[in-house]
């Protein structure tokens, strides 16, 4: 019960003890009422200001208060800043995708062009060389050709020779040769 209430009701018990306070200003319950509440007050603000030391609390928590309501307004401060590097980040974007567009289109006709100019070379290279293999091969073929040639005029020349050559002939020429090693003797 707080200390208001028991000042109260013993100075309500008092003055029906005491016919002389409950005439009068002493003996109004309103009046008591109104001091009741005045010491209640009292006895509150002294609590709250002494005890509790709400002034104290109040000035740090306006104190908090400030210093957030401060973070609060630099973080944003922060935050439009990074907004605003962003935007400008995308806007530069939208430039820097169709340079690097370009630069792609330019490098892939580039690397066309290249490549064309590498199966060029490439097909010149094996077309030298399918001219270097035919002629190799024809210069084969020939020397074939003209060793067949040569085989079979020496075999047809000797099988000529063979049916019209008569023995007197064989004994003139045996002789005629012959004749012709003795003078390469001497």
Same mark, same amino acid.
């Given at each position: 019960?707080?200390l208001?209430a ?23 319950e309103?009046?008591?009422?109104v001091?009741n ?9 002294y ?11 109040l ?16 973080e944003?401060l /922060? $935050?439009?800043?990074?907004?605003? &590097?962003?935007? @400008?980040r ?5 430039? %820097?995708? *169709?340079? =690097?567009?370009v630069?792609?289109e ?5 690397e066309?062009?290249?490549?064309? /100019? $590498?199966?060029?070379?490439?097909? &010149?290279?094996? @077309?030298q ?5 035919? %002629?190799? *091969?024809? =210069? ?12 079979h005029?020496?075999s047809? $020349? ?8 008569r023995?007197?002939d ?8 012959v004749?012709e ?6």
């Amino acid at each position: 019960m707080p200390l208001a209430a028991i000042a109260c009701s013993t100075l309500l018990s008092a003055t029906s003890a005491f016919p002389l306070l409950s005439a009068g200003l002493l003996g109004n319950e309103d009046f008591w009422r109104v001091v009741n509440l005045l010491v209640f007050l009292a006895i509150l603000f002294y609590l709250l200001v002494y005890k509790v030391k709400i002034g104290n609390m109040l000035d740090q928590r306006g104190a908090n208060v400030a210093r957030e309501l401060e973070e609060a307004r630099q973080e944003k401060l /922060e $935050a439009e800043h990074r907004l605003l &590097e962003v935007e @400008q980040r995308l806007r530069k974007l939208d430039t %820097e995708v *169709a340079e =690097l567009q370009v630069q792609s289109e330019a490098e892939a006709k580039r690397e066309v062009e290249r490549i064309r /100019e $590498a199966a060029k070379a490439d097909a &010149e290279k094996i @077309q030298q060389m399918a001219r270097r293999e035919i %002629e190799g *091969a024809m =210069l084969a073929a020939r020397a074939e050709l003209r060793a067949f040639v040569a085989d079979h005029s020496v075999s047809m $020349a000797e099988g000529i020779i063979r049916k019209e050559i008569r023995p007197e002939d064989e004994t003139r020429i045996i002789g005629e040769y012959v004749g012709e090693l003795g003078e390469a003797r001497r």
